[in-house]
């Protein structure tokens, strides 16, 4: 979701940065993906779990940095201007499906003239990511980014009898949407109806044949609450994701529905021209009264380990919108109708927590005389953290929930779905890795962090019809600059070749006796000549290579990015290779470069078969690489490095350069190598 900063201020003071503003929230548990700058306005891209609805709004995020900053939250005020003629005399509401809806308000404007908005209000909107569409429909987008709640406006004049009916579909009733679509209904699906036919999908998206259009006088705005289960049934059924059905799925605040009304005329009366009828029409069947909930503060130090005030508590607490009640040793919460994810103790606890920062517990050592059994693969699990971090790895730890069509795309095997997912964005438990990496990988860029090499150890979660297996992987993702430029070396970015070296260092800790890197069958997010199957002990291993330009474009990745998967079940199998120590040689190696022609099919692995145990042969390694109009068709250059050493004896240069003459006539004789002239 986009929020504006300037908005944000309108409610609440901020001094601080936009970084420092991003920090604190995340920190809070509203985790800033982002920040956008457009001009003089700073957008933040926050990612809003979908226990948290409160949050999808620009006052809901304001106050929760009032909570956090310990400032004053102005609450908008509304400055309406009323007819004398009430909005129950040219309307009317009722609702039969009260299940289904708790609540419906309406209120009435009359002599509206349809317009465009003005130009910051339209400015707010387009930087939101909403497309302006005139003044009366503007108005309902800005007060939902403004509230959080949804509205809707009807032309009253489109309304048979002026009646508003909030009702189940009828069978095989049809509806045509805003979008143009029609829709064919069922009873399973909850309508707002007048007295002849289905006018909007309630919760979801209005219908055609009353919307707002330039003949527009009289309109009708509408607030309600609708049951979260009904209107995600209806959005799915008919794959309808709309800003409105998204804040509803979750459950919208019951008490918002007459003040979000409020709203919509106060801002009606700043940029448009015409009335506002006198009164709202508040049909609110389902009526209940907000919980309390008992609180003892020392279960607070209790939980967190640590001291926190009972003013700062109570500071806290009332800042977030709860009713506090000191009684003693245990004190009543009244909860708060926007919170619907409170629902006992513990969840106070950890409001507390959050807003007073997990940041500043203190970290204790817990007391414990218990034994504890090492887990299998310890060993090889914590030398595989320490290698990859001595290369220059950062850890990130992510969610094992992925969506569907990331787990077609970069699976392998069947994902295992869940059966009630929070979001369409957790949809089964994921079968790779890579689409977790891929996303760290953007929000470091989004962050201004160039030069990044990540590293994730978990598990994935698969099923063959019959079983489930929940095998350990290991994923890599760099990017940027893998050495930088200094006054004696010129700066390199990240390539294959550095990746595929990181992957080979971590392999040779292990009893890999037999590693090749195959240059075919890499999956198809991978980008084609620049990605391999690692093939260990005769085995598949993994894959590693750069990731294709497309899967990366789709994430909003601009630059290249490399990444590599490992089956770490398979690796820590074979185990690690035993530490072997032998007398450093008392001569130093005599070292020869080869400029060679290779046909495209020959890769180094196939080089160092060829070459085999050459006498007193003890290092080959690749340079350099050269493609380009000087190399042949059909063929690429690489420049090789052979190192021979004897124990106890330097090699004369006769004895060096037969090596070198057999080495090239072999690689000639077996693999159709040229040495450049």
């Given at each position: 979701?986009?929020?504006?900063?300037?908005?944000?201020?309108?409610?609440?003071?901020?001094?601080?940065?936009?970084?420092?503003?991003?920090?604190?929230?995340?920190?809070?548990?509203?985790?800033?993906?982002?920040?956008?700058?457009?001009?003089?306005?700073?957008?933040?891209?926050?990612?809003?779990?979908?226990?948290?609805?409160?949050?999808?709004?620009?006052?809901?995020?304001?106050?929760?940095?009032?909570?956090?900053?310990?400032?004053?939250?102005?609450?908008?005020?509304?400055?309406?201007?009323?007819?004398?003629?009430?909005?129950?005399?040219?309307?009317?509401?009722?609702?039969?499906?009260?299940?289904?809806?708790?609540?419906?308000?309406?209120?009435?404007?009359?002599?509206?003239?349809?317009?465009?908005?003005?130009?910051?209000?339209?400015?707010?909107?387009?930087?939101?990511?909403?497309?302006?569409?005139?003044?009366?429909?503007?108005?309902?987008?800005?007060?939902?980014?403004?509230?959080?709640?949804?509205?809707?406006?009807?032309?009253?004049?489109?309304?048979?009898?002026?009646?508003?009916?909030?009702?189940?579909?009828?069978?095989?009733?049809?509806?045509?949407?805003?979008?143009?679509?029609?829709?064919?209904?069922?009873?399973?699906?909850?309508?707002?109806?007048?007295?002849?036919?289905?006018?909007?999908?309630?919760?979801?998206?209005?219908?055609?044949?009353?919307?707002?259009?330039?003949?527009?006088?009289?309109?009708?705005?509408?607030?309600?609450?609708?049951?979260?289960?009904?209107?995600?049934?209806?959005?799915?059924?008919?794959?309808?994701?709309?800003?409105?059905?998204?804040?509803?799925?979750?459950?919208?605040?019951?008490?918002?529905?007459?003040?979000?009304?409020?709203?919509?005329?106060?801002?009606?009366?700043?940029?448009?021209?015409?009335?506002?009828?006198?009164?709202?029409?508040?049909?609110?069947?389902?009526?209940?009264?907000?919980?309390?909930?008992?609180?003892?503060?020392?279960?607070?130090?209790?939980?967190?380990?640590?001291?926190?005030?009972?003013?700062?508590?109570?500071?806290?607490?009332?800042?977030?919108?709860?009713?506090?009640?000191?009684?003693?040793?245990?004190?009543?919460?009244?909860?708060?109708?926007?919170?619907?994810?409170?629902?006992r103790e513990i969840d106070l606890v950890e409001e507390v927590a959050r807003i007073h920062g997990y940041h500043h517990v203190p970290k204790t050592l817990p007391f414990s005389t218990a034994t504890v059994q090492q887990p299998p693969n310890t060993k090889e699990e914590a030398r595989t953290r320490e290698l990859l971090r001595a290369l220059g790895y950062d850890e990130t730890i992510a969610y094992s929930f992925i969506r569907k069509e990331e787990a077609t795309q970069f699976g392998r095997e069947e994902a295992v779905e869940i059966r009630n997912p929070v979001s369409e964005l957790w949809a089964v438990m994921r079968n790779t890795a890579m689409p977790t990496m891929i996303q760290a990988l953007g929000w470091n860029l989004n962050r201004n962090e160039p030069d990044i090499k990540l590293m994730e150890i978990g598990r994935l979660y698969m099923s063959d019809g019959s079983s489930f297996q929940e095998p350990k992987t290991l994923v890599l993702g760099a990017c940027g600059m893998a050495r930088r430029s200094t006054p004696s070396n010129t700066g390199k970015e990240v390539d294959f070749y550095d990746l595929k070296s990181d992957v080979e260092c971590l392999l040779s800790d292990f009893q890999v006796e037999q590693l090749s890197f195959e240059a075919t069958a890499a999956p198809d997010y991978y980008q084609r000549e620049q990605s391999a199957r690692i093939v260990a002990n005769r085995k598949t291993l993994g894959y590693l290579g750069m990731l294709d330009v497309k899967v990366a474009a789709a994430h909003k990745i601009k630059c290249p990015i490399f990444v590599a998967e490992i089956d770490l079940d398979s690796l820590w199998n074979i185990g690690l290779r035993k530490q072997v120590f032998q007398t450093v040689p008392k001569v130093p190696a005599s070292h020869r470069d080869f400029s060679l022609l290779i046909p495209k099919a020959v890769s180094f692995a196939d080089i160092c078969d060829a070459v085999g145990q050459q006498k007193f042969l003890v290092r080959l390694e690749p340079i350099e690489i050269f493609h380009g109009d000087q190399v042949l068709e059909g063929f690429y250059g690489l420049l090789i490095r052979a190192a021979w050493q004897k124990d106890y004896e330097t090699l004369t240069d006769g004895e060096i350069n037969e090596y070198a003459t057999s080495l090239v006539e072999n690689l000639s004789k077996t693999l159709g190598v040229q040495q450049r002239s």
């Amino acid at each position: 979701m986009e929020i504006l900063l300037s908005w944000l201020r309108d409610f609440v003071d901020i001094p601080e940065s936009p970084t420092e503003v991003a920090e604190a929230l995340t920190l809070a548990g509203l985790a800033v993906d982002a920040i956008r700058k457009e001009g003089n306005e700073h957008i933040f891209e926050l990612d809003i779990t979908a226990n948290r609805p409160d949050a999808l709004s620009h006052l809901g995020v304001a106050r929760e940095i009032s909570a956090i900053y310990d400032r004053s939250l102005r609450m908008p005020a509304s400055k309406i201007s009323t007819t004398d003629e009430l909005s129950s005399s040219r309307a009317s509401v009722e609702i039969l499906a009260t299940e289904l809806c708790s609540r419906y308000s309406a209120r009435v404007l009359s002599n509206v003239v349809i317009k465009p908005s003005p130009d910051w209000l339209r400015r707010r909107l387009e930087l939101c990511g909403i497309r302006p569409i005139n003044n009366i429909a503007d108005l309902t987008n800005y007060v939902l980014l403004e509230t959080g709640h949804p509205t809707h406006a009807f032309d009253l004049d489109l309304l048979k009898q002026a009646k508003i009916v909030v009702r189940t579909a009828k069978s095989e009733e049809t509806l045509q949407t805003l979008d143009g679509m029609l829709h064919n209904l069922t009873t399973d699906h909850l309508v707002i109806a007048d007295m002849e036919r289905s006018v909007a999908l309630a919760g979801v998206m209005g219908g055609l044949e009353t919307e707002i259009s330039r003949s527009t006088r009289n309109v009708l705005l509408e607030a309600a609450w609708f049951d979260p289960g009904s209107i995600r049934r209806t959005s799915r059924r008919f794959g309808m994701h709309t800003e409105a059905s998204h804040r509803f799925e979750r459950g919208a605040d019951i008490e918002a529905t007459v003040w979000a009304l409020e709203r919509l005329a106060h801002w009606f009366g700043q940029v448009s021209s015409g009335d506002v009828l006198e009164g709202v029409i508040d049909n609110h069947p389902g009526q209940t009264d907000r919980a309390w909930i008992d609180l003892r503060p020392t279960q607070i130090s209790r939980v967190l380990g640590t001291d926190v005030s009972r003013v700062e508590v109570e500071r806290i607490l009332t800042a977030l919108g709860f009713t506090v009640n000191q009684t003693g040793e245990t004190w009543k919460i009244k909860l708060s109708s926007h919170r619907l994810d409170i629902e006992r103790e513990i969840d106070l606890v950890e409001e507390v927590a959050r807003i007073h920062g997990y940041h500043h517990v203190p970290k204790t050592l817990p007391f414990s005389t218990a034994t504890v059994q090492q887990p299998p693969n310890t060993k090889e699990e914590a030398r595989t953290r320490e290698l990859l971090r001595a290369l220059g790895y950062d850890e990130t730890i992510a969610y094992s929930f992925i969506r569907k069509e990331e787990a077609t795309q970069f699976g392998r095997e069947e994902a295992v779905e869940i059966r009630n997912p929070v979001s369409e964005l957790w949809a089964v438990m994921r079968n790779t890795a890579m689409p977790t990496m891929i996303q760290a990988l953007g929000w470091n860029l989004n962050r201004n962090e160039p030069d990044i090499k990540l590293m994730e150890i978990g598990r994935l979660y698969m099923s063959d019809g019959s079983s489930f297996q929940e095998p350990k992987t290991l994923v890599l993702g760099a990017c940027g600059m893998a050495r930088r430029s200094t006054p004696s070396n010129t700066g390199k970015e990240v390539d294959f070749y550095d990746l595929k070296s990181d992957v080979e260092c971590l392999l040779s800790d292990f009893q890999v006796e037999q590693l090749s890197f195959e240059a075919t069958a890499a999956p198809d997010y991978y980008q084609r000549e620049q990605s391999a199957r690692i093939v260990a002990n005769r085995k598949t291993l993994g894959y590693l290579g750069m990731l294709d330009v497309k899967v990366a474009a789709a994430h909003k990745i601009k630059c290249p990015i490399f990444v590599a998967e490992i089956d770490l079940d398979s690796l820590w199998n074979i185990g690690l290779r035993k530490q072997v120590f032998q007398t450093v040689p008392k001569v130093p190696a005599s070292h020869r470069d080869f400029s060679l022609l290779i046909p495209k099919a020959v890769s180094f692995a196939d080089i160092c078969d060829a070459v085999g145990q050459q006498k007193f042969l003890v290092r080959l390694e690749p340079i350099e690489i050269f493609h380009g109009d000087q190399v042949l068709e059909g063929f690429y250059g690489l420049l090789i490095r052979a190192a021979w050493q004897k124990d106890y004896e330097t090699l004369t240069d006769g004895e060096i350069n037969e090596y070198a003459t057999s080495l090239v006539e072999n690689l000639s004789k077996t693999l159709g190598v040229q040495q450049r002239s």
